[in-house]
């Protein structure tokens, strides 16, 4: 019961401080790391444009 509190009273916080504009950007920013960080642990990495062509190349190479 405790638990359930402290997570209401941590979501009004997150809610009170972020907006509710910015609150669903907040959530697709979250869930874009949170598949980054699960694609970087299953070892599936994914090349971004900003990449210079060597790192493509090495990236290729494993």
Known sequence: ?????TLIIALILVLVVVGPTQLPKLAKSFG???K???DGMDG???VSAGESDAAKA???KD
């Open 32 to 34: 874009r790391s949170a």
């Open 36 to 38: 980054a960080l699960k």
């Open 44 to 46: 599936k990495f994914e």
């Open 58 to 60: 090495e990236s290729v």
């Open 1 to 5: 019961m405790n638990l359930d509190k």
